[in-house]
């Protein structure tokens, strides 16, 4: 497949300029080489690379099997790479303890599975294996961020709707205070008030926090309203990498036609 790549402006995503020890200082994500091959040796992705820089969200768009699930899964370890390597600031992940990189790199599922218990038990969940008990307030407050009143305290995990569980699952992850949020379909069973309301809350966080974020979805709508960038992977490469506001300006044959039926 012939390889195209941005120009200009847009080339700081795919390289930053690096350090002595090939790393950017500006980039809190950096990709290199990955590459994933099925048990029928079928190419999932091939030779990805990309940087991710500090505090931007980053939507990734591609047609089903382009390997959107799997690039998100590599980056906090739930699928180890057997060829090329993910730096979290530098540092090959790798190299860092699975557990703490998961709470530096929170996951968001299309189909998030919820523990036995309370909602308020599965917020609590991640700091407690820190030996940090969030008080009540505090819950509220991570329910309120995911768009949840305080009636859900108190529900159990298995009552709820695949959205709501979404939700709980987002304030799950925050509780975890994340420096990089991956999200796959993360507003998929939502309605469109509740989707727009999570939307607010990402920005937000990217704002007020300074969160990484990086978000799978079939949604070129969605991708337009939040992303500062976005990536379009087909047959598990990168063929175009532009802003928001450029979709109109791919170049790539199977990007044009993928965005063409998804407009």
């Known amino acids: 497949?012939?390889?195209?790549?941005?120009?200009?402006?847009?080339?700081?995503?795919?390289?930053?300029?690096?350090?002595?020890?090939?790393?950017?200082?500006?980039?809190?994500?950096?990709?290199?080489?990955?590459?994933k091959v099925s048990d029928k040796d079928v190419s999932i992705l091939s030779k990805v690379n990309v940087d991710i820089p500090k505090g931007v969200i980053m939507g990734i768009i591609g047609p089903?099997?382009?390997?959107?699930?799997?690039?998100?899964?590599?980056?906090?370890?739930?699928?180890?790479?057997?060829?090329g390597s993910v730096f979290l600031d530098g540092i090959d992940i790798c190299n860092l303890d699975v557990l703490s990189l998961r709470r530096k790199v929170g996951m968001l599922f299309q189909l998030?599975?919820?523990?036995?218990?309370?909602?308020a038990d599965n917020v609590r969940y991640g700091p407690q294996l820190k030996g940090k008990k969030l008080t009540d307030n505090e819950v509220y407050?991570?329910?309120?961020?995911?768009?949840?009143?305080?009636?859900?305290?108190?529900?159990?995990?298995?009552?709820?709707?695949?959205?709501?569980?979404?939700?709980v699952a987002l304030a799950r992850t925050l509780a975890n205070e994340p420096e990089v949020l991956l999200l796959d379909e993360p507003t998929s069973a939502l309605d469109p008030i509740a989707t727009q309301n999570i939307e607010d809350v990402l920005v937000k966080l990217k704002k007020d926090r300074?969160?990484?974020i990086i978000i799978v979805s079939h949604s070129i709508k969605q991708i337009q309203r939040i992303a500062d960038v976005f990536c379009l992977l087909a047959n598990g490469?990168?063929?175009?990498?532009l802003?928001?506001?450029?979709?109109?300006?791919?170049?790539?044959?199977?990007?044009?036609?993928?965005?063409?039926?998804?407009?």
């Open 237 to 241: 490469e990168i063929v175009e990498i």
């Open 112 to 119: 998030p599975a919820l523990f036995e218990g309370t909602v």
């Open 64 to 83: 089903s099997g382009s390997g959107k699930s799997t690039f998100l899964r590599a980056l906090n370890r739930l699928w180890e790479p057997p060829s």
């Open 141 to 167: 407050k991570l329910l309120a961020l995911a768009d949840l009143d305080s009636s859900f305290f108190s529900k159990p995990g298995g009552e709820l709707s695949v959205g709501q569980a979404q939700r």
């Open 243 to 263: 802003k928001p506001s450029q979709l109109s300006e791919a170049k790539h044959p199977m990007a044009q036609r993928f965005l063409q039926l998804s407009s």
């Open 1 to 35: 497949m012939e390889n195209f790549q941005a120009d200009g402006e847009q080339r700081q995503y795919l390289l930053l300029e690096v350090n002595e020890n090939g790393h950017s200082p500006d980039s809190k994500i950096q990709v290199r080489d990955l590459s």
């Open 210 to 212: 300074g969160i990484t």
